[in-house]
């Protein structure tokens, strides 16, 4: 099974393949396919990249190749880690999504194309690249829905996972529990989907009725704008205690506040996005199924607000080796609910102007219905993530 990485020299880009040679995801004889920009610095720097590789990891390290040209991009999963990403301000206000997604819209489409005319058909694509949500729409009109998942969600549920084991004194792995919505600032902590080996349903709530304090997700978006107008007061004099801030908030803040604080810093959020990324990325080569959250194209198969969602959305969903089969999300509390369809709508509102509005249907995976089964499969990750903001 080969791998190729669009936008290998990039901070995310360069962290994704080193983790695939690193922790030996790829066998020695498959490929990892370097992919850089003819005339940019990285059609330049990609060479040196896999020379960099192949000098630390000789002896275990699969075959690289390096490809410039989109055409030229072959394998069985690409991971979309090209693009423009938005540099911290300093009053902490993002750069407009809308000039991000211009420019990477031209990337999303440029690979979605040259996939679609060259490609084997049955690729499956990772959109790492922000806005995620953009390149899964881009991706999936061309690619077909069911080949293409945006890893932001995933990311986002393993830092909630990592936040709630914290604050209960567990190691991550022992929790469950997604994160859905929009990658970033609207991404939706899924409280019901909460799980925790050992305790029964009984500690459980209570558990989780602790660790929320009596707030609902109504007051989400409010405290995340309060959050980060206290970082930025307090960062601009003392970074650290903008980080120790953070600690005494509640998971979930955490889980937005924490990346963002992390990218205002100056430091990208690399590592954590890459480890992410590979999860999935072993998911697909292993032939497994397991349930992760990413951004999917849906056609109807996860209700929110009352109404089927036609268009992006981070939610559960199954993923295996054809990309993603179903979308697991039972019934889910009003809150829950509202700040989904929130999200959706947003999410819909910033993919118009840069789709048809119609995701391709086709796909080799076999589209199953809407599961009401619970969400609790957990993978068996233990991976640290920490990273976003506008969204990173
Ligand atoms: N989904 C997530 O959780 C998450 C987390 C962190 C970063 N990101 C996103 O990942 C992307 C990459 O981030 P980074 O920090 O590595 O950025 P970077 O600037 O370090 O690297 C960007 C890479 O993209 C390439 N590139 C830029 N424009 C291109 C074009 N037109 N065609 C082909 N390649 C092009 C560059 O050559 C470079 O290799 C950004 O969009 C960022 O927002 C996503």
Redesign the pocket.
Known sequence: MDVAV????????RQICTQLVERQVLPPTSRLQLV??PG???GRAVHGLRTDLVDAYDEHAPLLDVALDPDDVVADVVVV??????PPTSDGVPASRAE?AAD?A??FR?YADALAAHGSGSEVVV????P?ELGVAILAERLGRHRVI???AW?DTLRFRRELAVSLGVRRHRVGGFVGGQ?GEDAVPLWSTVRISGLDVDERERAVARLRGGRTLATFPAEVADAKAQLMAVASRDIAAAFALIDTWPPDLRVVARPWMTHQSGA???TG?AS?TIDLVETILDGREIVVAGQVALAGEARVGGAPVDGVLGVPVVVGPEGWTRVLLDPLPPDEDARLAQAAAAIAAGTAPWTSGTPATTSPATPSPVTTSPPTTTPATTTPAT??GA??
């Open positions: 669009l936008g290998a020299t990039g901070d995310v880009g850089g920009r940019g610095s990285s880690a090209a693009g423009r990403t938005p991000l990477n031209a990337v440029a959109v790492v690249s922000n995620v945006g890893m932001g990311l990658h990208k959020t690399a996005t992410a990273t976003d969204a990173r």
